[in-house]
């Protein structure tokens, strides 16, 4: 019998397993009614937000509704940063407690640190849960799992949070980002793992290597990607190497999950219960079932840092009704950010953490571009909040060459407030150009 942590999850999980059949127009009438209660408390404790309500122009009342809300301006990146501590809610409540902390660059480059409660972390924990049992994962497997925190190969007995509060499941092996494509599959035919869980860059990385060598990796059942945008042409490719089923999650630090693939579609479902998730056009309209436009997102249960139609920096295609006959609206494909990979001289390949790198210097960065025009040099863009000293360039060099995993020579390049994108729109935080 379940229960503290354990019962108050279970009890999610039920509601979200009915909530996801209703009709879309009841799960949209349930999101305004959650979004009323967010900002009214938004408005009452976060200086930041009752001076954007008052500067438009609009009341929470005005904005509890589809039509008025859209006439609350969007929030940028750039205003979460210069507005400091007054984005954040002088009061939370009690039930919310403890809140921690989220740090991302996201698709921009421009770092952020959001406040996020264990609200939020029950709503991520529900739907992490949900996309497991949706896919039919077998939580006895073996997970490998590959990730920019993991300095060195790492065992744990268990696939841990949220999986771990409610069922028992095999073993995971973490392995470092940084590694080459030849020694993380190494380790993935010592571990013989039947799950996967990688960035698609790392995952390109490996299935280029095992058609190049020959290699073949048996046993694995299930690859599921975070963090990036993965492209039906790597999909195919994957799912052909690994005879797998390949899943993909659209999701972000500061918000949590906010769309699971369909395991029966192929759509990605909204998680309408904790997020309002708009795709608009250039004018500021709802794009129709087929249109691409950029992605807006309001968290509905953060009421430490409101993120409320806060600008994500993707682009996504709205998707039509789905087949299964779950209400919860559908997104077609998302064009996110892109990461590039970090090329050696010996040929070898592999995804850098560089926000990883970035937070861990603790400088005044704002947005950062690392571009790498040969086997020796690395450009560094920098919108910094000030100019860095010799000292403070000396140590993010230290963290970057770590994040880089090669002695490049860095050269420093500052911008004033915004980095310069290229012809086609789309921002990348590592080029290379070899």
């Not at 694995?220 to 052909?240: D, F, N, Q, Y």
């Not at 100019?387 to 993010?396: F, I, N, S």
Request: aromatic share 8%; glycine share 6%.
């Amino acid at each position: 019998v379940p229960v503290g942590v354990s019962a108050v999850l279970a009890n999610m999980m039920n509601q979200l397993d009915m909530s996801q059949w209703l009709p879309a127009k009841i799960l949209e009438k349930r999101q305004y009614e959650q979004l009323a209660k967010l900002v009214e408390h938004s408005e009452k404790y976060s200086p930041h937000f009752a001076n954007r309500l008052k500067q438009s122009g609009l009341t929470t009342t005005d904005i509890c509704t589809p039509k008025g809300f859209r006439k609350l301006p969007i929030l940028t990146r750039r205003d979460i940063q210069q507005a400091g501590d007054a984005i954040h809610c002088t009061e939370i409540p009690k039930s919310h407690l403890p809140v921690g902390l989220a740090k991302t660059s996201g698709s921009t480059g421009e770092p952020l640190v959001v406040k996020k409660t264990t609200m939020n972390h029950l709503m991520w924990q529900s739907n992490m849960l949900r996309e497991h049992l949706w896919h039919k994962r077998d939580f006895s497997g073996r997970v490998f799992n590959v990730r920019a925190q993991v300095k060195e190969p790492i065992r744990q007995p268990n696939w841990g949070d949220p999986v771990d509060i409610l069922f028992k499941s095999g073993e995971v092996l973490g392995i470092p980002s940084t590694l080459s494509p030849k020694e993380q599959i190494k380790h993935m035919l010592e571990f013989k793992p039947q799950n996967l869980i990688m960035y698609p860059n790392a995952l390109e990385a490996i299935v280029n290597e095992c058609e190049a060598s020959g290699v073949s990796v048996k046993g694995v059942e299930h690859i599921w990607c975070i963090g990036e945008t993965l492209s039906p042409v790597l999909r195919k490719r994957a799912k052909k190497l690994f005879k797998a089923s390949v899943e993909d999650d659209y999701s972000s630090n500061e918000l949590g999950i906010l769309a699971l693939q369909c395991p029966e579609s192929g759509l990605y479902h909204i998680m309408s219960e904790s997020v309002i998730l708009e795709i608009l056009d250039e004018k500021g309209n709802p794009c129709k079932e087929g249109e691409m436009g950029k992605v807006i997102v309001t968290n509905l249960h953060n009421f430490a840092t409101p993120m409320i139609r806060y600008e994500i920096g993707d682009y996504a295609e709205v998707g039509g009704k789905c087949s299964c006959g779950r209400g919860l609206p559908t997104i077609k494909t998302i064009k996110g950010g892109k990461r590039n990979l970090v090329l050696k001289p010996d040929g070898s390949r592999h995804w850098a953490p560089l926000t990883v790198a970035i937070f861990n210097s603790e400088l005044p960065i704002l947005q950062f571009q690392l571009i790498q025009h040969s086997f020796e040099d690395v450009e560094v863009r920098l919108v910094t909040q000030k100019k860095l000293t010799k000292a403070d360039e000396e140590l993010l060099t230290d963290k970057l060459l770590i994040a880089l995993a090669h002695p490049f020579k860095l050269n420093f390049v500052y911008f004033d407030y915004k980095l310069p994108l290229p012809a086609s729109g789309k921002f990348e935080d590592y080029i290379c150009k070899i």
